[in-house]
């Protein structure tokens, strides 16, 4: 799997750019749409409707999604459970929004923009990508099911829990090894988290355009039933992602993720981000 990881990592180098371009690759045996802006490279699975890869500049994979789709608990966690969004879970939905399905078409619009539909015609939803950051926005959702929005990936591009660090409104960077597998998951009102690694330069973001009183999550998932201490895991991080399964967002909603320059180490760093993603979000708010 790390042989394989690096070699697609060379397969698709980042080439910092001031413009968005969006193009197509060759990735795990099957057409994907790659994403290339400043800051990121994203690849996105067309028929899945979710990204399989976004890479940092020096190449790390912070997703390192593998098929297949379907694995069994936790090992999954070491591959197939991995992506973003992950919106819809159970139903005959189930699936979209998470790569490795086969569950939805999408398009290129225009220089920076995706649209993605469900086959079954219930959800929609369209990826703005910008130098900095992305914009998701669900125009269409089920009314009589929930979703979620889930960051599911190996921060820095590597599991390290005892490096791996991450905030959010509540606080942070924190260091807190909750531990999934073994039923210690971190549920609050969040409006938006950050992950990162002591060995990674960059660190990742994602952040509801609007509040909300749904019940958010974070914890990390290892690949066997030692929890933390497995060789392989991801982080789990979601917006309306309750206990057990439970789907929580319904509607149309907005959401943003980025790549940002520079690890969160003190307090000060914190503030920082805190600035960028609160202007960031009522930027958009506002549109």
Partial sequence: MKRALIALASLFPIVASAEVSIGKAEHLGRLHYKITTETATYLYDPVAGGFSSIFDPTGQDWIAYGDPAQADYPAGAAYAFRGLPNMVHGGE???????????CRSAIVSDNRIQSFSTSGVWQWSWHFFDTHAELVIEKAAEDRAYWFLYEGPAGGKWDPDKTYWGSNQGGPKKEQHDFYN???RFDHFDWFYFGTDFSDYTF???QVESDNQIDLFSLLGNEPSGVNAPDGMVVAGFGRGPGTA???KGPKRFLIGMRPGPIKQRPDHQNIVREIEALRKENASE
């Fill in 93 to 103: 939905d189930s699936g979209t929004g998470h790569p490795g399905f086969k569950k």
């Fill in 183 to 185: 039923n210690d998951k």
């Fill in 205 to 207: 973001w994602m952040a």
């Fill in 247 to 249: 789907s929580l967002l």
